[in-house]
Structures are given as C-alpha cells and as structure tokens.
C-alpha cells in the first residue's frame, strides 16, 4: 500500500509569489490534514478536509487556503508569500471517522521563501 | 484548548538502554487520544504508539510503551533496548473527541540521541 506522497520535496519562492503544494492520501483515506512545522513554532494545524468539505481550520491568515478533489488529493496554496511562511509543510492522511485513528504523515514539502 | 508540554529539549541515551520521554497533557476534552510520533532528519512523521484515555491497559508497540498516567496528565514514551535508528526527533500530541476534534496538537518535541 502506498503511502502518503507530497509534491514537490523542495520549493524555492520570493516574496510575494504564490505557491501550490500536492498531497496523495493513502488509497481509501478522505481525510487529509495539513500543518506547518517551523524551528519557532513547531508544529501547527493549518486545515482538515474530509470528502472534499473543510471541516476544521487552524489559526492562519486568509492566505492559506486548500482544496480537496473527489479522489481525495488535496492541494495547499498560499498567496503572496512572506519572509515567515518558509517552514516544512506536512500532509496527513486518514480514514476520517474516528478522533483515535492514526494519522499517517507524508515526507513534507520544503518552502524556503527569499 | 488542548496544550502539550515536553520538557526535555534534548535527551541522550546508551544503544541499548531504556529511555522515557516526557509529555503532559492539559485539556478539557472528556475523551481524548494521546499520539507519539518519531521524525527522522528526512521530515517524515511516523506513528510510533497511541493511547486513549477510556483504556484501561498502557499501550505497548514492539519496543515502545506509553507509561499513562490520568490523573497526573502525563503519557510519558518508554523505549526499551534503544538502537541508533531511534536517533530522531519525538513529538508528542493529542486529539479530543468532540467534533472538529480531528486536528493533532503537538508538543515542542524532544531530541533523542543514541550514543554507541
């Protein structure tokens, strides 16, 4: 079974570009989740979507947003990037159906911001 | 709000030797998961041992144990005969029950260095 891919590994921007990073799920996951891991802050939820419905944000400006399609991929898209959005973004799939299910997490997208 | 603390910012250990990481928890969730994950220098999370705070029984995984103790909000990670794989960076976190209870908090996470 495969598992949680992200794409692409490492991402070089500027400020104030745009960017669109990819999450796989697990097959039969639909729930996928999104966090932010920076030196500073750690680790922190940015969004939860099941069955291509937000269903839990975390505390980040507007320009952070996400999707998910019926296939259960989902995309993260920040706009107008900043100095500060430089972090590893980690992607987690699930089932969705359960608080005590695994979480099972992808190798993370690299954001360095110039 | 859920908020996890982990005190040890760093730990080192023998290969070989047992090792427990510290975590305390506060919430105010009736029902909750406790998690630990490992991550490696690569950045994947990987899921180590989960507890729920209706089981009776401390959860054990392999080599890994999560000494959970309710009263006290503690979920402390126990690992046995450390190896020099176990080198990594561990992190502990929850998730309530309730709905939109589906995000993880996670704690600052401690570094585990295996010395040979």
């Known amino acids: 079974k495969a598992g949680v891919t992200q794409t692409p590994r490492y991402l070089i921007k500027t400020r104030g570009q745009q960017v669109t990073l990819s999450c796989s799920p697990i097959?039969?996951?639909?729930?996928v989740s999104w966090y932010q891991q920076t030196p500073g802050q750690g680790l922190q939820f940015l969004f939860e979507?099941?069955?291509?419905?937000?269903?839990n944000k975390g505390n980040f400006p507007g320009r952070f947003s996400g999707r998910q399609f019926s296939n259960s991929r989902s995309e993260m898209n920040v706009s107008t990037l900043e100095l500060g959005d430089s972090a590893l973004y980690l992607c987690?799939?699930?089932?969705?159906?359960?608080?005590?299910?695994?979480?099972?997490f992808g190798s993370g997208t690299q954001l360095s911001v110039l | 709000a859920q908020k996890i603390t982990q005190t040890q910012p760093g730990m080192f250990v023998q290969e070989k030797e047992a090792v427990t990481l510290d975590c305390t928890y506060d919430t105010s969730d009736p029902s909750y998961g406790l998690f630990w994950y490992k991550q490696p220098s690569s950045g994947e999370m990987i899921f180590l041992i989960y507890?729920?705070?209706?089981?009776?029984q401390n959860a054990t995984e392999g080599r890994y144990s999560l000494n959970f103790q309710k009263a006290r909000k503690s979920a402390n990670l126990v690992i046995s005969a450390s190896q020099l794989g176990d080198s990594a960076m561990y992190f502990c976190?929850?998730?309530?029950?309730?709905?939109?209870?589906?995000?993880?908090?996670f704690g600052k996470g401690t570094k585990l260095s295996v010395i040979p």
């Open positions: 987690a799939s699930s089932r969705g159906t359960s608080g005590g299910e695994k979480l099972f």
């Open positions: 979507y099941f069955s291509e419905t937000q269903r």
């Open positions: 097959s039969g996951h639909r729930s």
């Open positions: 507890q729920g705070s209706y089981d009776q």
């Open positions: 976190a929850m998730r309530g029950s309730g709905a939109g209870s589906y995000q993880l908090t």
